[in-house]
């Protein structure tokens, strides 16, 4: 029988969800032995997998890049876990919906800038008009709010899934 298959994806966010993850410590080592990690930061795979049954996601959906990325995942992925306060809520990347996209690329690349003021058109995406959470764009299965989530409950959350029980996580919502 093959491994389950793990996923991780980070969009609009600090990475403090996947440091969490890493602050496993030694129980990552466990999580590892059982499923195996195909998509990640710490992984270098360039295309998101087929036939993911976990996908851990860090992040809200800020820009154009974010919206096809976690539609692909989606599509891919059996169970989707949104994966800190920014996922779930938009936090803080959603402090910049008051202000809008315009006003807030001005005020960082022309207002606060002395050399070559200029609004980047290639390296930095196309934002959409809001940072939403997750759930806004796709079903999400399970929530797992936290800035970030604590380490124990990262771990038990997984730990339950790999071993077939119903998540029992405080703290955590399933969707759908």
Excluded at 27 to 36: E, N, T, W, Y
Excluded at 62 to 67: A, E, K, P, Q, R
Excluded at 90 to 106: C, D, H, Q, Y
Excluded at 119 to 140: E, F
Aim: a negative charge; glycine letters at 6%; hydrophobic letters at 40%.
């Amino acid at each position: 029988m093959s491994r389950p298959r793990i996923a991780t994806v980070w969009l609009d966010g600090c990475s403090g969800c996947h440091m969490s993850l890493i602050d496993l410590d030694e129980r990552i080592l466990d999580i590892f032995g059982r499923a195996d990690l195909v998509y990640g930061p710490l992984v270098d795979v360039k295309v998101f997998p087929e036939n993911v049954d976990v996908c851990l996601v860090e992040g809200a959906v800020s820009s154009v890049d974010d919206l096809e990325r976690i539609k692909t995942v989606r599509e891919r992925t059996k169970t989707l876990i949104a994966f800190g306060d920014c996922a779930v809520t938009s936090n803080v990347p959603g402090m910049r919906n008051p202000i809008g996209v315009e006003p807030l690329l001005k005020r960082a690349y022309l207002e606060n800038v002395d050399i070559n003021p200029m609004i980047p058109n290639r390296i930095v995406p196309q934002l959409l008009p809001t940072s939403q959470p997750v759930n806004r764009l796709v079903d999400v299965d399970i929530f797992l709010p936290g800035c970030p989530p604590h380490p124990d409950l990262i771990y038990t959350l997984l730990d339950d899934l790999l071993s077939g029980r119903t998540p029992s996580v405080a703290g955590a919502r399933f969707g759908r």
